[in-house]
């Protein structure tokens, strides 16, 4: 049987390098038609939160029960005794600068998301990066406090459910006004999707931060 998936595996080889596979003759750009049909410029966002937006819920319960996995895998173990950060100024500094910028290109791509390259799952990946920078050079006394004190937790499963709930309204065909494509506001629903993507995605990453601080030292 051996000799027979190694034949296989030359025959689809030969078959891509010397067998031409033309593009098929659509009347139409398909990326024009997502654009159309969503309302938005960046139509992978369009086709996220639209197309197949069946998937992207389960991709945000996913992160959802994998930010839980982790807080039940750490549980019964005991904290770190050292926590390893920065300590000279310099890094600090670049540390500190680093994370107020991608925290500020987060909080843009979860605004224009729909517009241009970006949306919910970058945005919540680079505010997620940049509480990781602060991570490194604050004390985690502090990191808990202000987690608690916002009540990240609360706002983070909240984030969930308002967005199960609109996309569950989103697939049964209710829809909000597209609006002018190119602007703004626009999109109907997908850019209000796309900022609780961010938020969900930043607040998890806060979570298992603080979790890999506490147990780990840091990440």
């Not at 689809?12 to 159309?36: G, H, Q, R, S």
């Not at 202000?146 to 049964?172: D, G, M, N, P």
Request: charged share 10%.
């Amino acid at each position: 049987m051996k000799f027979v998936y190694i034949a296989a595996c030359l025959a689809l080889y030969l078959k891509m390098l010397w067998l031409a596979n033309p593009a098929p003759n659509l009347p139409f750009v398909i990326a024009d038609v997502i654009a159309a049909d969503s309302g938005v410029s960046n139509t992978v966002a369009g086709v996220i939160f639209r197309n197949r937006l069946y998937d992207t819920i389960f991709e945000v319960i996913v992160f959802t029960i994998a930010i839980m996995g982790a807080k039940y895998l750490l549980a019964n173990e005991h904290p770190s005794l050292h926590i390893h950060q920065f300590t000279d100024q310099a890094s600090i500094v670049l540390a500190r600068l680093g994370a107020t910028i991608a925290s500020l290109v987060g909080i843009e791509l979860a605004i224009r998301g729909h517009l241009s390259p970006g949306g919910g799952f970058a945005a919540g990946v680079a505010i997620g990066t940049a509480i990781g920078l602060i991570a490194m050079t604050s004390s985690p006394e502090r990191m808990e406090a202000v987690y608690h004190r916002w009540h990240a937790a609360t706002w983070e499963k909240i984030s969930v459910l308002i967005f199960i709930v609109l996309a569950v309204f989103t697939l049964a065909g209710v829809e909000l006004p597209h609006g002018q494509l190119g602007e703004l506001i626009s999109g109907g629903i997908i850019p209000i999707l796309n900022i609780l993507v961010a938020i969900k995605v930043a607040l998890g990453s806060w979570a298992a931060v603080l979790l890999f601080i506490r147990y780990r030292g840091l990440l």
